[in-house]
């Protein structure tokens, strides 16, 4: 089996990069830019550090928001698993009381990030619909959405929120 080289290192090898890498400075800092984005899980913003760079109002324009990753668990099974301190906080902070994936997809909406990403969040499924494992070697990125997993109300619920943090 043949492995991927590092993504930089294949990319500094192509003539073609060398090509494209004169870049007015105006592209250049502006590359420079994105590349120093955040990335901020929300499933790690809770910890009651005032401190801790995921929580909502500590993002950048330029962080990329997650409601977890695909080695995180679901935000439902997440926030099913919750003590009630760290329930609370996500509560009190994202001003929403209630014991769904809603609180983390608003909080997402509601920052100054640009970027979101939500994968089968928005779905409000459980741990059983959990993507990967870490450590795991069976099971894992198997899992595939059915249209019946997804709300009829979604799309209505989706135009509410967006066009509430104005991002429509």
Known sequence: ??????????????????????????????ARALSSARHADLQFAFDGSRENPYIPHRHTPLSVVYTGTHDNDTTLGWYDQLEDETRLRVQIISVIRANHARPLLRAALASVAQLRYYDADLLELDSAHRMNIPGTSSGNWCWQFDWPQVPEELSARLRQWLSLYGRL
Request: aromatic letters at 16%; glycine letters at 4%; charged letters at 25%.
């Open 1 to 30: 089996m043949r492995y991927c080289r590092p993504f930089s290192a294949s990319f500094r090898s192509c003539r073609w990069w060398r090509k494209i890498s004169v870049l007015s400075r105006g592209s250049r800092s502006a």
